[in-house]
């Protein structure tokens, strides 16, 4: 049997005493559309910038196409697909919005040998056309409101062709509308539907998210996270009936997110 | 007769119609013209010394401005090129030609083996480690008189030129196209080199930048590399033009020099390390020719610098240039400050109000 796309083997990050993440092991597939949710200092974020590297875990492995991540910079795992956002913005605040997206074009990733600066400014367009903020492509990024920095965080991402997607609450911060609307594309983004000339097939995602209602029709798969350790994993539907979930998360909004999963 | 109007269509479309670039053609100009007006040694050697600091200058905005790299010791790649040069010459008998060119990249090979420690810090810490790399090579360097002419220095080095206005005209055109090349080379814009924006991001934001996929630290390598090298040029040119290479050129008040001279013109822009330069330097050289002056030209250079930081915190060209020019709101192209519409999209550059 080949190597699973992404594996995470006894995944154990400790800050001094505390320990956030505690020996965490899933799989994902290279076509699933998984959600990372769980209460506030679950681990969830600690667990996407550990398979990143921009944390390094205290003792477990990361594997990634078969190969050990581990530790590795963030860039070498960039360049080879996995793209993540963050979920505090960092954009580059004096630079045009698609300067911005060009930067990640020219990452070794997603370079070709001898292409243009224009082209390069296209393929950044195209990406900025996908989240829909490319009206204010000339417009430096510091004039940007929260909601449209954060879209600008989902194109920087993937800006990068990534096999991967790490995303930290690509939700936080936006009105239903715009919700609805980034929910509807990265589905697309999934499914491998057109988007400029990128993508031929969608890449993988992993998503941290509290919106559940948007979140959950999405999804291929859930993971729950509990004070560092994985609580219940499973399908949407079977998530939101879990006891211990509800209990330890959901509340009792259950009945109405079970019926629109479902 | 066509080629003439579209080359003349072309220069009044991306010269003309800027006011920043026709400041800079007219300086040029005055710059390659200048030994036609007047042949007084004092004022070319005036206009030399300038363009040599300035082409210092502008190296440290490329690696601190651009790159965001604070370096305080930038002293190091001056003097370390410029004793280069001076051994080589003094010992090998080499023509400036041959010594400017390997002094710099022994500057660059210093520098980058100083870069290896120090690029694991970054913001002051870097700035602080920086600093002491100059007073560490002074120390090595009155360690072997013999060879490094302790405090005197190397003297007796071969002139640039056999004439003063060719040396001048040699140190004129190296600037040009150096600043030329530097100019182009931290253009988040450019049309040609793709490394400016990734500089600009790296100093933006630096984990964005690797969390984008680049490679920041080999970036920062080549920032350091291609500021070094032009320092290094500098370096070399001042030694050869001075016929002395001097522990003075390694001291911290002359890397402390390129930092008031580039915040003044203003920082992250090539041109405002020029401007700061030939503003400044010629400024406290006239002024110690009355006696007066003489005697208060630091305090008048000390009132200047914080009066140009309280009223124009960004440098004195970004100021002007605000002044001058007005950008497109709609295709953010730059126009003349008369202008009421823009020159490309009719866009109204006002509030019609007004």
Known sequence: MAAPFLEVRNLVKEFGELRAVNKVSFEIGADEMVGLIGPNGAGKSTLIRLITGILKPTSGQVLFKGEDITGQPIHKTVNMGLASTFQIVKPFRHLPVVANVMVPCLCQRSRRKGEWVKTVELRARDSLEFCGISDLALEPASVLSHGDLKRLELARAIATEPDLLLLDEPFGGLNPAETRLVAKSLKRLHKGGRFGRLHSEGPAMMIVEHKLTELMPMLDRVIVLSFGEILAVGTPAEVVSNKEVIKAYIGKEVKALATQSG | ?354
């Open chain 2, 1 to 354: 007769m066509t080629y003439l109007l579209l080359w003349y269509g072309w220069f009044r479309g991306e010269i003309l119609a800027i006011p920043g670039r026709v400041i800079a053609l007219l300086f040029f100009l005055v710059l390659f013209g200048a030994p036609l007006v007047t042949q007084d040694p004092y004022y070319l050697r005036m206009i030399t010394l300038a363009t040599i600091f300035a082409l210092f200058a502008t190296s440290w905005d490329v690696l601190s401005g651009f790159t965001g790299q604070i370096n305080l010791g930038h002293a190091l790649f001056f003097g370390v090129s410029g004793y280069m040069a001076g051994l080589l010459n003094t010992h090998f008998g080499m023509p400036p030609w041959l010594t400017i060119p390997t002094g710099a990249l022994t500057g660059v090979a210093v520098g980058l083996i100083a870069g290896i420690p120090a690029l694991r810090l970054r913001g002051i810490y870097l700035g602080l480690v920086t600093l002491t790399f100059p007073l560490i090579l002074l120390g090595v360097f009155f360690t072997f008189p013999e060879f490094t002419g302790g405090e005197l220095g190397i003297s007796g080095i071969e002139r640039l030129a056999f004439s003063r206005i060719l040396s001048y005209y040699i140190v004129v055109a190296v600037f040009t196209l150096s600043v030329f090349f530097m100019w182009k080379f931290t253009d988040a814009g450019s049309k040609i080199f793709r490394v400016g924006l990734i500089l600009h991001a790296i100093r933006e934001d630096e984990i964005t930048a690797r969390a984008s996929g680049i490679n920041t630290t080999g970036y920062k390598f080549l920032a350091f590399a291609v500021s070094g090298f032009f320092a290094g040029i500098a370096g070399g040119l001042f030694v050869h033009y001075m016929r002395i290479a001097a522990p003075s050129m390694l001291e911290l008040v002359f890397s402390f020099q390129a930092i008031l001279w580039t915040i003044f013109g203003g920082v992250a822009t090539i041109y405002g390390a020029v401007a700061g330069v030939f503003i400044l330097f010629p400024m406290l050289e006239l002024l110690s020719l009355t006696e007066w002056g003489e005697q208060s030209r630091f305090i008048i250079f000390t009132v200047i610098l914080i009066l140009t930081l309280l009223f124009m915190p960004e440098g004195l060209t970004v100021w002007v240039l605000d002044k001058l020019e007005i950008k497109c709101p709609r295709c953010k192209l730059v126009n003349v400050f008369t202008r009421r519409t823009c020159r490309a999209c009719r866009a109204p550059l006002r509030n019609q109000e007004n």
